[in-house]
């Protein structure tokens, strides 16, 4: 059955502090990594990963993938209040009909001024 | 560009009564997701529709819930009769394809009584 493991489920930090999440997965027929940030309401679509190895970055955010040990991080630098969030790792398995995507359970991110 | 709209917003209802939550995705998209979201559960997804027909209903509870999507622009998540389980807030989702990143909607908050 296909599994996602986020860690750590919260964290606290102080502003400008470095944050790392970790996001691993056992999914068949691997596809791509998704992660998102959900704030009070829906969640928004942050980086989408297909290959190992290349890191992608949209400001003080960066992500990462391993397909080789299964797993991927998200990257948050001098973080901000505004950074406060649930992320949520999503990966994508073929399956007969479409690739599905699995959401894992998040980890929710305080980030205190 | 608009994004998903959902409808209602809130809704809360005595245990029993049928409940029905509605979903515009955006213009152009082919694929669109319902989940739920609880606090136990995380995001779960309970059915997926390509070019309007149910491609995966795996994930839809029981009887009790059934989804229609009559045209590419409207889509319904039905429960009857709601239980107090149900409680939770469901979501809509769309993309332009099945295996590229989701837009969701603000999602219904259902509290069942």
């Known amino acids: 059955e296909d599994k996602v493991v986020q860690s750590p489920l919260s964290l606290v930090v102080h502003e400008g502090d470095t944050v790392t999440l970790n996001c691993s997965y056992e999914v068949t027929n691997f596809r791509s990594l998704l992660w998102y940030k959900q704030e009070k309401k829906a969640p928004t679509f942050l980086f989408m990963l297909t290959s190992s190895g290349i890191e992608k970055k949209s400001g003080r955010l960066s992500s990462i993938l391993d397909k080789k040990e299964l797993f991927s991080i998200l990257n948050i630098t001098a973080t901000q209040t505004g950074d406060s969030a649930i992320y949520l790792c999503a990966p994508l398995g073929a399956k007969t009909s479409y690739d599905k995507v699995i959401f894992g359970p998040g980890t929710s991110l305080s980030v205190i001024p | 560009d608009a994004g998903v709209i959902q409808s209602p917003r809130h809704e809360v209802t005595e245990m029993g009564q049928e409940v029905t939550l509605r979903c515009k995705p955006i213009s152009g998209h082919n694929s669109l997701f319902w989940y739920r979201q609880t606090m136990m559960r995380g995001l779960e997804l309970l059915i997926y529709?390509?070019?309007?027909?149910?491609?995966?209903d795996s994930g839809m509870p029981e009887d009790r819930f059934s989804a229609k999507m009559p045209n590419a622009s409207f889509s319904t998540l039905k429960i009857q009769p709601s239980e107090p389980r149900d409680s939770a807030v469901y979501f809509c989702?769309?993309?332009?394809?099945?295996?590229?990143?989701?837009?969701f909607g603000d999602g219904t908050r259902l509290s069942i009584l």
């Open positions: 989702a769309s993309s332009l394809l099945g295996n590229q990143p989701q837009h």
């Open positions: 529709f390509n070019n309007n027909v149910p491609i995966d």
